[in-house]
């Protein structure tokens, strides 16, 4: 596969130059040039395959035979050692839990793939340093994937007082070849700085600088894995499937929509935001603004410039095309809160705030549609959230030993301002 940047169609790189880079050096991101449809036999087979099978049948075309397909499907198969379950929650609504895996948060999937990627291509003379920003579950999944991976370096950089205590604790505690810095700003600064620095010319020359954000095709890609193992049982249905997906950075998202691309039934997808909507808005006016990103309860999700917007207008320049696949809705924090409080005490299932905001956009896309199935996806597990519950809510919450282990250990950051010239400074120093 070809890849090429977002930004120039004669820019291009192999997967194995795309998954080191991270970002192109225009600036833009890389995307492959062609999404092919899979063959009509593995969707009839696909019942009969075992998952890693399955994955390897559908991560091949992007990945090539830049990884040997023995060595794919293994890493497949540990990446996706965990299950996907749907819990149907109300009549016809499922939510599409994706926080099953070692971080309690989808982000398992595309940084455990990353991670093998990269410690796969690793020079064992050049030592790769991964710059990550994060707006809370990034950090833990980059940090979980990549810890002892030889010939990476780890630079996590997340909004102080910004993420969820556990959150913080998952992405600070671990050593070693992971670094955490602490920056004083928002989460779109951190990947503002992130940004930046791959465009430097300084940095560039003195490191070897890759990307474990969405940006970063063995990130995001990945990501439509779930979607096929979680939906094809509901390939031969004549209902519309709809898809709710919490966004931030629309890495999920556009994994999703890829799936379609290749061939998955998903009739619509459903964009579900907090206040930081500037997607939503282009739906409605056709005019992309970014803006500063406001804090609210779904914390992943306050991102007022989500980078796979370049990529999502990639696939889908004019906008009537992409609003026959898309709609998109908008929620604030006490509606989000409701949210919670309405399915916990209907259903007894507690979603985390981004599933309740996924739920609200589900419920509001199926208003007018009697025959279709709806799933939320529900991103991360409600005790990385736990400061937003009730103590009601949280009477039957139990939180995974996997999680708690952190809460005990010593939280490990360093301090930055959220300017270029700080990071540049600090990079150069640990070189
Ligand atoms: C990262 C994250 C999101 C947003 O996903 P994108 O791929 O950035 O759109 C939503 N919910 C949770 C819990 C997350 O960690």
Do not use: W
Request: with cysteine; charged share 25%; aromatic share 10%.
């Amino acid at each position: 596969m070809v890849y090429h940047s977002t930004r120039d169609k004669n820019n291009k790189a192999s997967f194995k130059d795309a998954v080191i880079k991270g970002l192109a050096n225009d600036g833009g991101l890389f995307v492959p040039e062609y999404i092919e449809k899979l063959p009509q036999d593995f969707f009839n087979n696909i019942e009969n395959m075992s998952v890693a099978e399955m994955a390897t049948m559908v991560m091949k075309p992007y990945v090539g035979d830049e990884i040997p397909e023995d060595k794919l499907k293994a890493i497949l198969e540990e990446v996706l050692s965990f299950d996907f379950p749907l819990v149907e929650v109300d009549e016809n609504k499922f939510a599409l839990e994706l926080f099953h895996g070692p971080t309690l948060a989808f982000k398992d999937v595309g940084a455990g793939f990353l991670a093998r990627c990269l410690g796969y291509f690793a020079d064992d003379n050049k030592k790769v340093t991964v710059l990550v920003a994060t707006s809370g579950d990034t950090g833990s999944a980059v940090a979980n994937g990549f810890y002892g991976v030889k010939g990476t370096e780890v630079i996590i950089l997340y909004p102080s007082g910004k993420v969820s205590a556990s959150q913080e604790k998952q992405l600070t505690t671990y050593g070693g070849n992971i670094t955490a810095l602490e920056v004083n700003g928002t989460f779109d600064d951190c990947q503002a700085i992130v940004k930046e620095a791959f465009q430097d010319k300084d940095l560039n020359k003195h490191l070897n600088l890759s990307s474990a954000n969405s940006i970063n095709v063995a990130r995001f890609i990945p990501q439509s894995l779930y979607y096929f193992i979680a939906l094809a049982k509901f390939m031969k249905q004549n209902k519309d499937i709809l898809v709710s997906v919490p966004s931030g950075n629309f890495g999920n998202i556009l994994a999703g929509i890829y799936a379609k691309k290749m061939g998955l039934k998903i009739d619509k997808f459903v964009i579900s935001n907090n206040v930081n909507n500037p997607v939503v808005e282009y739906l409605q006016s056709g005019e992309f603004k970014k803006r500063p990103s406001i804090h609210t309860v779904s914390n992943a999700m306050d991102i007022g410039n989500p980078s796979n917007f370049e990529r999502l207008l990639d696939l889908y320049p004019n906008l009537d095309d992409l609003k026959e696949v898309v709609e998109g809705y908008t929620y604030s924090d006490k509606e989000t809160l409701e949210s919670i409080e309405d399915i916990y005490t209907r259903t007894s299932y507690l979603p985390d705030p981004h599933g309740a905001v996924a739920y609200l956009g589900l419920k509001e896309a199926m208003k007018n549609k009697d025959n279709a199935i709806g799933i939320f996806v529900e991103t991360a597990h409600p005790s990385k959230f736990i400061e937003t519950f009730t103590d009601k809510q949280k009477e039957k919450l139990e939180i995974p030993e996997r999680l708690s282990v952190f809460m005990d250990k010593e939280k490990v950051s360093i301090k930055m301002n959220n300017d270029f010239i700080s990071f540049k400074k600090f990079l150069l120093s640990i070189k």
